[in-house]
T-cell receptor, first 115, second 111 residues
Framework: AQKITQTQPGMFVQEKEAVTLDCTYDTSDPSYGLFWYKQPSSGEMIFLIYQGSYDQQNATEGRYSLNFQKARKSANLVISASQLGDSAMYFCAMREGRGDYKLSFGAGTTVTVRA | DSGVTQTPKHLITATGQRVTLRCSPRSGDLSVYWYQQSLDQGLQFLIQYYNGEERAKGNILERFSAQQFPDLHSELNLSSLELGDSALYFC??????????FGPGTRLTVL
């Protein structure tokens, strides 16, 4: 079964607007971590934000925030005030608390920011 | 710059050949992970080392092997290469269970 599901293959957003990228996950482990990474066309993977399963507050990092809804098993990424440089592929990933810390990735969402 | 380095950036080789990809983790990071990114399989975990010892194995083919050396750098060896091994290979490192920082990747093309 897919551990991470990203249902939006591609999205367009106007510059300066906010965009929400969906991510749902599947785990029976009570201890897990959720991550978002950005992959621009140059190919590198850039860490954006992390949310632990026991964290009470939603994670925020600058213009990035993670809307964590534990009961729904969703971890949506919100990018506020989109910039042209935000155009990239975005991956949601999960680490389950089994001691090996490997990441399981979703298929990714391509975001294109229009001027 | 994540602090993780990978060499080479690009590698073009022929089927049946063997190649070695190298990774240096961020200073202080004991864990090294290898991932493969291909168009058909997406991003897949291959293998993890922690302080020189293998910690976890994912979808790594028997033709592939890895090791982590005492100075914590890691190498991924790919042998008997096939066309389908063409992919972007990432190394990542972390401190414990914290976020993983990825290197720039090695793009392998098998002709």
């Amino acid at each position: 079964a897919q551990k991470i599901t990203q249902t939006q293959p591609g999205m367009f957003v106007q510059e300066k607007e906010a965009v929400t990228l969906d991510c749902t996950y599947d785990t029976s482990d009570p201890s897990y971590g959720l991550f978002w990474y950005k992959q621009p066309s140059s190919g590198e993977m850039i860490f954006l934000i992390y949310q632990g399963s026991y964290d009470q507050q939603n994670a925020t990092e600058g213009r990035y925030s993670l809307n964590f809804q534990k009961a729904r098993k969703s971890a949506n990424l919100v990018i506020s005030a989109s910039q042209l440089g935000d155009s990239a592929m975005y991956f949601c990933a999960m680490r389950e608390g089994r001691g090996d810390y490997k990441l399981s990735f979703g298929a990714g969402t391509t975001v294109t920011v229009r001027a | 710059d994540s602090g993780v380095t990978q060499t080479p950036k690009h590698l073009i080789t022929a089927t049946g050949q063997r190649v070695t990809l190298r990774c240096s983790p961020r200073s202080g990071d004991l864990s090294v992970y290898w991932y493969q990114q291909s168009l058909d399989q997406g991003l897949q975990f291959l293998i993890q080392y922690y302080n020189g010892e293998e910690r976890a194995k994912g979808n790594i083919l028997e033709r592939f092997s890895a090791q982590q050396f005492p100075d914590l750098h890691s190498e991924l060896n790919l042998s008997s290469l096939e066309l389908g091994d063409s992919a972007l290979y990432f190394c990542a490192s972390s401190v414990g269970f914290a976020e993983q920082f990825f290197g720039p990747g090695t793009r392998l093309t098998v002709l």
